[in-house]
């Protein structure tokens, strides 16, 4: 196993509860490919008394079996640590008997660290594992000053309902929930250095663009390639790296996997997102209980961004903030035989629009760094997005990243992803002109509007430049 990049933070945490002399309980989850198991196993090398992985539910077509599947896993897992003296449990308050049994065999008054990964797999329909894994804390785990239980899982959701906000047995017990989120722009030159992988920011970008910061994607890129041709190595063609991994993403995951999918189809048409009102009615999914459920789950995963436009009412917005299933919907899906699909169309028109929309994408995962840049990281500010429609007789106006500061600026962000600096003709000039003036009748009359740039390489200075306040370029976004 590699080296790991990044995660300085987290592994300290994990190092300093690991030398605690208190039972600990801690909760690792995040997004499903961004390196949770990679982190702990890393992390914590060397040192698990215990540890087993629940059974992926994407070939399991049959939820009968399910259970017994699961136990069967658990049991071999036991028996590999050496349990002795027992037969195959068939209920999961049995199987947690027997592995306290084991763990009492192994205990040699050493920090004993039992990891589950893909906890959430485990807890298959009427299974009652909840009831069991519970009473394995409660009445075992956390009577023993050297233990640690370490719990890992990809569907956020259920990790966050039946862990972190339990209201049942569990409730209050985790002493730790870390969350893992994709790499930064930075992580990911630094993932590619290690690889030995020669690819140019500009490259990179590209390549945060169609696969975000999930190092497991990242990880099937090979050196001496281009970027075209290792994205298209890993989805197009006959035998793409990730076939398929779009619709078991979702199965892994959700247990309603197929409203979410319809929900993020949905999503990915439009780029400032819609209302919960407007995906009911597109998708045909009643309001209430299950979509609420199946919106928080997306969001909870990172899918999903949930924000309040600015200057409206009309309530919250939900926006696709995947890189990865953007791209694959608008163009794996529909081209994956086409084995140079990336090198033969990426600087095309075919490509042209998704690239506006995916950098902009880029930039809201990276705030911080936009903020930094504007050297504004110490003012309180939040940000938003924001669309007026037009009508007959007027033009409407769209932003896709506004930053309302507390010290009375808005920076109105204009994002352009292009192989050199950008020159604003008259044109494009007036265009952000207009949509300056339409967003000052919304604001106070103390407050001001600051045109800015975001963009690869800069900004050329002519004719048309001036009204732009400030420039964030490419580099800008790799800081830490």
């Given at each position: ?12 945490e994990?190092e ?19 390196g ?21 539910p ?8 399910r ?12 028996l ?33 660290v ?6 959430p ?9 909840l ?28 990790m966050?309902?039946?862990?972190s ?8 017990r ?28 500009y ?56 409203d ?38 997306l ?33 794996v899906e ?13 600087t ?10 995916a ?6 995962q ?14 309180r ?5 924001w ?8 033009s ?6 506004l ?32 949509r300056?003036?339409m ?6 009359p ?6 800015t ?22 580099d800008d976004?790799f800081?830490?």
């Amino acid at each position: 196993m590699g080296a790991i990049i990044g995660r300085k933070l987290e592994i300290e945490e994990l190092e300093r509860l690991y030398s605690s002399d208190r039972p600990e309980f801690v909760a690792v989850y995040g997004r499903r490919r961004v390196g949770k198991t990679f982190l702990i196993k890393q992390a914590l090398k060397d040192r698990f008394t215990f540890q087993h992985t629940g059974v992926s539910p994407v070939d399991q077509e049959d939820e009968k079996n399910r259970i017994k599947t699961q136990l069967e896993s658990f049991y071999y897992s036991m028996l590999a640590h050496g349990l002795e003296g027992f037969k195959q449990p068939k209920t999961w308050m049995e199987a947690f008997f027997q592995l306290t049994q084991l763990l009492q065999k192994l205990d040699n008054g050493q920090r004993m660290v039992i990891f589950f990964d893909e906890l959430p797999w485990m807890d298959t329909p009427r299974s009652r594992f909840l009831s069991a894994f519970e009473s394995f804390w409660n009445g075992w785990c956390s009577g023993h000053d050297n233990v640690m239980l370490v719990v890992c899982g990809s569907a956020t959701s259920w990790m966050l309902s039946n862990l972190s906000r339990s209201k049942g047995g569990l409730y209050g017990r985790l002493t730790c929930e870390l969350k893992l989120s994709p790499f930064t722009l930075k992580e990911c030159e630094e993932f590619f250095e290690h690889g030995n992988i020669e690819l140019s920011r500009y490259d990179i970008v590209q390549s945060y663009m169609v696969f975000g910061g999930v190092p497991y994607y990242l990880s099937y890129f090979r050196k001496g390639y281009s970027f075209e041709k290792n994205t298209d190595m890993i989805l197009f063609g006959q035998k793409p790296r990730l076939k398929d991994e779009f619709n078991r993403l979702f199965k892994a995951i959700f247990s309603d996997a197929e409203d979410c999918k319809k929900v993020i189809r949905l999503l990915a048409t439009r780029n400032y997102g819609f209302t919960r009102e407007e995906i009911s009615k597109a998708t045909s999914l009643p309001l209430g209980g299950g979509l609420s459920e199946t919106l928080s789950a997306l969001v909870e995963s990172d899918f999903v961004l949930r924000y309040s436009p600015f200057g409206k009412s009309v309530g919250e917005y939900y926006k696709l903030i995947d890189n990865f299933c953007l791209f694959w919907l608008k163009y794996v899906e529909p081209n994956q035989e086409d084995s140079d699909f990336a090198n033969d169309n990426f600087t095309s028109d075919i490509m042209k629009g998704w690239r506006g929309v995916a950098f902009e994408q880029v930039c809201w995962q990276h705030i911080p760094q936009i903020k930094r840049a504007l050297e504004i990281g110490g003012v309180r500010s939040y940000v938003s997005a924001w669309n007026i429609v037009g009508s007959d007789d007027k033009s409407g106006a769209q932003v896709d990243l506004l930053i309302v500061r507390d010290d009375n600026i808005v920076n109105l962000c204009e994002m352009k992803f292009y192989s050199s600096p950008y020159n604003i003709d008259k044109e494009e000039e007036a265009k952000m002109l207009h949509r300056v003036e339409m967003l000052r009748g919304l604001l106070s009359p103390k407050q001001k509007v600051h045109l800015t740039l975001v963009t690869t390489f800069g900004l050329v200075t002519g004719k048309h430049s001036g009204k732009v306040q400030r420039v964030v370029v490419c580099d800008d976004l790799f800081e830490k």
